[in-house]
């Protein structure tokens, strides 16, 4: 009997230490990393490449509801810069691999509007 409940307390104080590692772990680190939430790529052409959270675009967006009844599938529209308030940012793209933030299209290469027009790697190309 004894020696049960020396596994048992042993198990108790493992699984504590456990969930209070799991716990002190949330609460340090980046709290975006931890919620899941992503970042958004945006280019402004005031302010150049940038990233904002995912709740910061949807706020964005939803300062533009007229903007985005009219808006067609492929277009893209002008929105206002978070940083310097012009209605000069678009979404944009982050390269994988220079980290180059460029707005899709603007390498001009038809098969692969997602091409770097700084290295011109394309990740739709490397598939």
């Known amino acids: 009997m004894e020696k049960k409940k020396r596994v048992l307390t042993g198990t108790l104080v493992i699984g504590v230490l456990i ?21 958004i790529v945006l280019w402004c052409s005031q302010c150049g490449g940038f990233e904002i959270p995912d709740a910061e675009f949807r706020h964005l967006l939803s300062n533009h509801p007229d903007d985005m009844m009219s808006i067609q599938f492929g277009q893209t529209i002008a929105l206002k810069c978070p940083k310097c308030g012009q209605k000069t940012c678009y979404r944009a793209h982050k390269c994988q691999h220079c980290d180059h933030i460029f707005v899709l299209g603007q390498a001009k290469d038809p098969q692969c509007p997602d091409r770097c027009p700084k290295c011109k790697f394309s990740a739709t190309e490397n598939q």
């Open 19 to 39: 969930a209070g590692g799991v716990f002190c772990r949330g609460l340090f680190s980046n709290s975006s990393e931890n919620s899941g939430e992503r970042n």
